[in-house]
Every structure is written in structure tokens, then in C-alpha cells.
């Protein structure tokens, strides 16, 4: 039996975008390729054609060019097309190959009624905008702040904000008052654009008194924006203006300003589950480049798309998605509870919004397989071509459900990358066929190898995933890092210049990738280092339970250690000792008797970040005695209450144990 799901069409170089970027580079640089393990190679060996050719391909709009593609290939410290001047906002205002009057953002949500703005009125809406922020002072290099969700306003705020090289940086509006402040105190902004609450469901979220805390907290600002989003007739807080007041009609013309290539564009935030989040600051020319070529070549989407990434503004992806109109694509834009009023609600709005390309997350994937749910019989999917799944590592099950129930014709892309890197290095790409259960390759232009625990390459091994090679969109910095000091120890502390990103990858003899789990967090029993990832596929596979986490408690003498699994039940049910023993024989079948537990435990709550990831590490470090408070940065978690089960019981375990 194949684990082939899919396989590209006879005639995908004739269709594809990729296969238009071989023919230039054909015929403009007389390259030819036989496969695309041969353009890969090239991509990440020759990095000054590789990227030149992503920039003239592209065709991309500089107001200087480059005196040079980069200035040197040791990281850190890549210096990336030194002389150009540009601005990402010009860029993507361009929208090739959609007329003014076509539709470029669609957005749906549960707060109010959709909206759709066309390419005409998403520059005009950018101009008013722009000219609003000028007026309030606003120049380059002064920071903007939105606590807004993924609506139009959030997006046309990035881009006014960029337009005058100002740095913007978003929270979502679920994000609690601790988790903003940690992270607007550091970049001080100057303007604050909030919104009074939201709908989640059907349920209303006021806001203002998180908006007034966050205000009282960040001396720096000097003006706040307030959008009427969940009482559209309100008045805004004292001294705040209205949106309405800050997108007035006004005679200036939209000029972006020409900003150096590695000039900060946005500021991203780790989860920071220690400590305060690390503030990562993008570069216009990076993020540009990394994305023209992520998403014509890899996603293949152009002016026929539309594109959905389910996501908030406090998740990198949000920053991957609104780039789509810079190579011609359409977005959707989606706020609420994708699960409400049931799991079906994404499936029906990829049908209503003419979806061409959907993306969400493998939890979300595995929870629609769980419930039972059919998407092709609730929802109209003849549009979608393909099929995006991030944030977790998605296991083969997943695969097979997506082409048992969504469609058996699209292109299912399961990809890996970080908000270190504001997109994927492994991914799918239309060349390629869909192995269940695999990551398809490397992207171009993303070197990436698995490393043994000597730091040498390994081929079908599990091993550290690093990068060897530098990336137009790997950080400019960290925000107040002058000399760097943080940004060496975030990546490149093990492995003196190469980027170690903290994942455990295996990579196959054909240059397929399986992600098993983040490498802080391994099992590593016996000396064989086992991933997280395929430990959760059999344990969430079963009815009873709805999550779980699992660690591994080394032992200070080199015996085996404790594995011990956490587990969330479905409603209703307790752990028992048949339960348990169900859960053992399942590991054991499936994966190995080094899987099997050495304790189960039944827990209310699986502690998991702001954008859903689990967090084996702060668990970890709880039970083998650090306090909660020095474990994990509590504003930086969904679920902080979820703790203290683990903090209980590391109280009640032997105090004599030898771990570390």
C-alpha cells in the first residue's frame, strides 16, 4: 500500500507558478533544473542568484537598487541587498494583476457583517489612514501598537503605518493586560489603536478596561485610536480619538517612504514562556522577499486566489497571510471562534468567501477528524485547491482524513517554520506528490539539515534542525539589543554560526521532512530520543481523551527516568486503571514499550501559549521543583490556572527524587 495521497498533475509546469519562475530562469539566466531537489540545491548554494532572481522575477519595486544580493554568508550579521531602498507597503499595494474595482480583502467574523474592500478602496482606505497617523506625528521609525483582531482596520493600520516606515507591532484583543505590557513596554509606541471588545461565538468580550489598564501602562503614547468594533455606536474612551477621525477624507497622496532594505517593518514576540517575550524585529526588504516567494512559489497563489489563513493578529501567521495581495491574491480575513456553532463554521466560510487556498492548524485538523466531521458533505469545496496545516506537526491519520473527507484533488501542505523567520523553511511545493504523514521539503532558499548530537548532518536520522545558510527574513535583531548579546544566545549558542531553531526534524533520503516535536522537550529514554508529536497522535487518537502533555524526568545517575503523561479526559469521565492500562497498550503497539508511561495522570487543563502551543518545558521545570512564577510567564499563557495541577503534585511527589 502507497502513502501516496497526491500527486502533482501532468501538466503542473504549465499551470503552476513555479513552473513560470523555471521557465525565466531559462530563459533569463540560462538555468535549467531536472527536478526540484536540483532547484533546491541550487537555491541554498548559490544564494546571490537564487535571491537576485527572486527579486527581478518578482519584479520588485525599489526607489535605489542594490549595490549588492548580500555582503557576506556568515550569520549573524548577513547584511541583505546593502544600497536598495524600498517599502514592503508599496509592494504589496501594487497587487499585480488585480484590477481596482476587484475584490482584495474579505472579511467575515462574528461582531459584525462582512466586510469587502476592493483594491481601489484598500489603497484609498491606506492613504486616509497614513495621512491620519501623519498628522497625529507619526514618523519613521516610531512604533504603532493595535489591539485589534483580524479585521480590515488591523490590516490597513499595518500598512499605512509601514507606508511612512513606522514599525507597527499587533496584539489580539484575548490577549490579557501582563501580556500586552511585556511586550509594548519594550518597543514604547508612540499611537495605540484598540478596539472596545468583540464577539467570541456568541458570547460579547468587552475590553475597555484592559484598553484604559494598557494605556495607564505605556507612558510613551501620545495618542489612542479607538474602533467602535463590538458597539459600533460608542464613543471612544477620554482623550481617545475615533477611527472615523483617524481615516478622514483628505487631499494628501499616498508616497511610501523609501526605507533601507533591513529597515524594521513590524515586531513579532515569541511566546516567552519564561521571562519577557523576545522582541523580533522584521525588515521590509526580508519579509517581502521570503514572502513573494513563499507564497507564488510554494502555495502557488496568484490573482485567480483567494486565501484564508484562520489566525489571529498575535500569531505570525496573521503577518504570512496579509502579504497574499503582494503576489495578486485575494484575502480572507476570518475573527471568532472557529468552532462555533460548531466545526463546520471554517469549512462553510471557505465556501461562502470562493476559498481557493485554506489554512489552519493540525489541532484543528485532528478535532474535525475526532468529531466525526465530513466537510465536502456540509460545505461546497469545489474551489479548494489547497490545504494549508501548521502550528503542530500533523500526523499521518491527518493526512488520510483530509483526503478521505475534504477532497481527494487538492494539494494538502504541511509546513514548519517559526515567528523567528515569519514563514516556513520546510513545506509543500506543486512539484512535489504528498506523502501521508510527511512534510514535503525544504523550501527554497531555507537550508536546512538534521544534525546528530555531534553536530554532523544525518540523512533518515532523527536530529536538531538547524540552518546553515542565511535567510533574507531571519531577524534584523531583537528590539534594545544593540550588541546582539540575545540574538546569539536565541539561535546560534549551540552551533557557532548556524541557526539552531529548537525543533527535532528527520529528513529522508528524498528530502521529505517529519517535525517530532520541539527539542527542549524530547523523551529521551535509554538513549533513544523519541518526539512529542507522535506520542500525542496515539494518546489524543483515542475517544477518552481530549488532550495530553507529556515529559520526561532524566535521571542525575543516567537511569532511565520518569515518563509521565498528563491527560485531559473527554466530558464526563475519570481515569481509571482500565483507562490507563488502554492508554499503555496503545503506546506500546504503536510506537514502543520505551513509550509506555511510568505515570498517568488526569488533569483539568493542558497548559498551552497565547497562539495554542503545549508547553512541556514550563511543566517540566515545575515538576522537578522550580516555582511556578520562575517556570512560566504567566501572561504569555491561554490557560495560566492550568499550572497549578502540576505544581500540587510536584508538592506531593517523593521530595528525595534525583532528577534534574
Known sequence: ?????????????????????????????????????????????????????????????????????????????????????????????????????????????????????????????VRRVAAGLRRLGVTTGDRVAAYAPNIPETYVLMLASASLGAIFSSCAPEFGTRSVTDRWQQIEPKILV??????????????????????????SLRHTVSIPYLDPDGSPADGALAWTELAAETDEPLACTPVPFDHPLYVLYSSGTTGLPKPIVHGHGGILLEHLKMLALHHDLGPADRFFWFTTTGWMMWNFLISGPAVGAAIVLFDGNPGHPDLGEMWRLAEQTGTTYCGTSAP????????????????????????????????????????????????????????????????????????????????????????????????????????????PSMPVGFWNDPDGVRYREAYFDVYPGVWRHGDWITINARGGCVITGRSDATLNRGGVRLGTAEFYSVVEGLDEVVDSVVVHLEDGEGGAGELLLFVVLAEGMTLNDELRRTICRELRTALSPRHVPDEIHQVRAVPRTLSAKKLEVPVKKILTGTPVDQAAAKGALANPESLAAFATLAELRTPDRSTT
Open 1 to 125: 500500500m502507497t502513502d501516496v495521497l497526491w500527486t502533482p498533475p501532468a501538466d503542473v509546469l504549465q499551470r503552476s507558478r513555479i513552473g513560470a519562475y523555471l521557465r525565466w530562469l531559462d530563459e533569463h539566466r540560462g538555468l535549467t533544473f531536472a527536478d526540484y531537489d536540483a532547484l533546491w540545491r541550487w537555491s541554498v548554494t548559490d544564494l546571490d542568484a537564487f535571491w537576485r532572481s527572486i527579486w527581478d522575477h518578482f519584479g520588485v519595486v525599489a526607489h535605489t537598487p542594490p549595490t549588492a544580493t548580500l555582503t557576506d554568508r556568515d550569520m549573524p550579521g548577513t547584511r541583505w541587498f546593502p544600497g536598495a531602498t524600498l517599502n514592503y507597503a508599496e509592494n504589496v499595494l501594487r497587487m499585480p494583476g488585480r484590477a481596482d474595482d476587484e475584490p482584495v480583502v474579505v472579511a467575515h467574523g462574528q461582531t459584525r457583517a462582512p466586510v469587502t474592500l476592493t483594491a481601489g478602496q484598500l489603497r484609498e482606505q
Open 194 to 219: 484598540a478596539v472596545d471588545g468583540y464577539r467570541y461565538g456568541d458570547k460579547p468580550v468587552d475590553r475597555r478596561a484592559e484598553v484604559a489598564a494598557i494605556r495607564a501602562a505605556l507612558p
Open 364 to 471: 484543528f485538523l485532528l478535532a474535525c477528524r475526532k468529531a466525526g466531521l465530513v466537510p465536502r458533505e456540509i460545505a461546497d469545496l469545489s474551489a479548494l485547491r489547497g490545504l494549508g496545516s501548521t502550528g503542530a506537526p500533523l500526523p499521518a491519520e491527518g493526512f488520510t482524513w483530509v483526503y478521505d473527507t475534504v477532497g481527494s484533488d487538492l494539494q494538502l501542505q504541511s509546513l514548519s517554520g517559526g515567528t523567528d523567520v515569519c514563514t516556513g523553511f520546510v513545506g509543500g511545493v506543486p512539484l512535489l506528490p504528498v506523502h501521508a504523514g510527511e512534510i514535503a521539503c525544504r523550501a527554497l532558499g531555507a537550508k536546512v539539515e538534521a544534525r546528530s548530537p555531534d553536530g554532523t548532518p544525518v540523512i533518515g536520522e532523527l536530529g536538531e534542525l538547524v540552518i546553515t545558510e542565511p535567510m
